[in-house]
């Protein structure tokens, strides 16, 4: 005769594999804003280069949700440049530049492709 005697439960496998699921989607979301990123590297008007290398994301997380936060460090004098580039600016005469709208149309449809994938992840269930 064989006989099987458990002690205890199952709550640090069962945390362990709610851990792993959790990083699984975060996973996703590293992905997504890696190509973020380079969207938005592509589509920054480009004089010396440095706002356009100076994007980055990162990715925000508590226990009931997760968020990309797509950023750039490129700062001259307090002043944030892919901001300027995007809604425009006084010049030091009196003059204007006009901004050109850029980030929009880059990050638009990868926010598309996302919506895209929870909504096929919401219907699969």
Known sequence: MITFRQKGDF????????????????????KYGREGVEAL??????????TAASWYYEIEHSKDSAAISFSNSHVN????????????????????????DYINPAIQPLFDKIAEEAWKEVTRL
């Open 77 to 100: 004098q307090g002043v944030p440049i892919a901001i300027i580039l995007q809604y425009g600016h006084g010049t030091g005469t009196g003059g204007w530049v006009q901004g050109r």
């Open 41 to 50: 590297s592509s589509a920054t008007p480009v004089e010396s280069g440095v």
């Open 11 to 30: 709550s640090k496998t069962t945390q362990y594999f709610e851990r792993l699921k959790e990083f699984m989607k975060l996973g996703i979301l590293d």
